[in-house]
């Protein structure tokens, strides 16, 4: 059954603590202090969560910079754009549309048969 809005999710924080390929993501939200932000109390919110692999695709250097406190704010800046107010299933999700996340951004979905794309970065589901 493709139709999932009966699945129960907790909060972004602590789902994404349970997949081994977000433990960056987890990481870079604990040091961005948005663990409290996007909180359950706080939602619901839909992540387009960058994996492991995708922050590891970083040069080091720009990685160890993000995570310094005194750039926290630009952190929080790239972290968020990856979230959207709202529950997006991504069996909902059609090519061409928009999807406007927590700064006001619109990002762009793309699809092609099973491959499905945010602003050209491929979703995992």
Same mark, same amino acid.
């Given at each position: ?38 909180? /359950? ?75 499905? /794309? ?8």
């Amino acid at each position: 059954d493709d139709d999932d809005d009966d699945d129960v999710f907790v909060d972004i924080p602590r789902t994404a603590f349970t997949y081994p390929t977000l433990s960056t993501f987890v990481t870079v939200l604990d040091a961005a202090d948005l663990i409290n932000d996007l909180s /359950e109390s706080s939602g619901p919110f839909t992540v387009f969560a960058p994996t492991n692999s995708a922050f590891n695709s970083l040069p080091t250097k720009l990685s160890d910079c993000l995570i310094k406190p005194e750039n926290k704010e630009f952190l929080s800046y790239i972290l968020t754009y990856h979230v959207a107010p709202g529950t997006i299933k991504s069996n909902k999700l059609v090519d061409g549309m928009t999807i406007e996340n927590l700064d006001g951004a619109l990002l762009m979905v793309d699809t092609e048969g099973s491959v499905i /794309e945010i602003d050209e970065s491929r979703i995992v589901t």
